[in-house]
């Protein structure tokens, strides 16, 4: 698995950035957060990489730190909420990252098939996940 890439910014679009790494040029997605904080094209970068390999595509997220990449893992450990969800948790929700687990109360949030979440079930979700140690087993690769 990919879990660092360093290299130059060759280019990017509106949700992602490709890196070349010594001639090879990786298409990586990445939230609005971390797109906004790189440099210019042609200036070094270094991203945390989250690799999904599935059946006929492999992905690659990237994310300016560790933590930032550990979230997107907790995020997706919520019953409903897959790569695009919490690409976009992590890309509305600055003060997410470092934050202790609590709710806040409100705002729907939206799974992949559109239907409407409170933020409270899915932070409730977390909240469960992380005092079963299931996040801990999830990033061991389990």
């Known amino acids: 698995m990919i879990g660092k890439l360093k290299g130059t910014i060759d280019s990017h679009g509106e949700d992602f950035v490709i890196l070349d790494v010594h001639g090879v040029g990786y298409l990586v997605h990445c939230t609005a957060r971390t797109l906004q904080a790189l440099p210019a094209v042609g200036e070094a970068v270094e ?19 560790a933590t930032e990449r550990e979230w997107f893992r907790l995020l997706q450990t919520v019953q409903g909420v897959g790569t695009k969800v919490a690409l976009a948790v992590l890309s509305v929700n600055r003060q997410l990252i470092g934050t202790p687990y609590r709710h806040p109360k409100g705002t729907p949030l939206r799974d992949e098939s559109g239907r409407q979440r409170s933020r409270r079930r899915s932070w409730s979700g977390l909240r469960r996940r992380r005092e079963r140690g299931l996040f801990d087993d999830h990033r061991r690769g389990s």
């Open 47 to 65: 991203l945390a990489i989250e690799t999904h390999v599935r059946e006929d595509q492999i992905r690659l997220f990237g994310f300016g730190s």
